[in-house]
């Protein structure tokens, strides 16, 4: 995903461990994986933010991935209302995710869905 999103290999040590890590504390969050005919199509990863301002948590969606042929098929769909319910059942108080500014077509999954662009920017800096 990372390598077709954004041109980056990615450490497969570090990789395991961050994936064990939300596996081993729940708090961290979840993943949810779509599969077919027992094979896995796509897949996604659920943390949470909390908003003071709002009293309760967002449940972010992260590193969505949806295999090339299952594309355009609901895979994402599926996996986007198993989020929205669990979230809806913890009381939580919205769904957010970020998207490439250049990827239209999820964009517009997105906004299928109900999403709504938000007027924040996105800023990071990482640490080695």
């Not at 570090?14 to 890590?21: F, I, Q």
């Not at 009293?55 to 594309?71: C, E, H, L, M, T």
């Not at 517009?108 to 640490?127: A, D, K, P």
């Amino acid at each position: 995903m990372a390598i077709e999103t954004e041109d980056k290999a990615l450490d497969r040590a570090v990789l395991a461990a961050g994936v064990r890590a939300v596996l081993d504390e729940p708090q961290r969050g979840f993943y949810l994986i779509a599969e077919r005919d027992g094979r896995a199509v796509g897949s996604l990863l659920v943390t949470y933010e909390w908003s003071d301002w709002r009293n309760g948590d967002f449940f972010w969606i992260q590193s969505v991935y949806v295999a090339p042929k299952a594309r355009r098929s609901g895979v994402f769909r599926a996996l986007y209302a198993a989020v929205e319910q669990r979230a809806r059942e913890a009381g939580a108080v919205g769904l957010r995710l970020y998207v490439e500014h250049e990827n239209r077509r999820a964009q517009q999954t997105y906004e299928g869905l109900g999403m709504r662009r938000c007027h924040y920017h996105m800023y990071e800096v990482e640490f080695a």
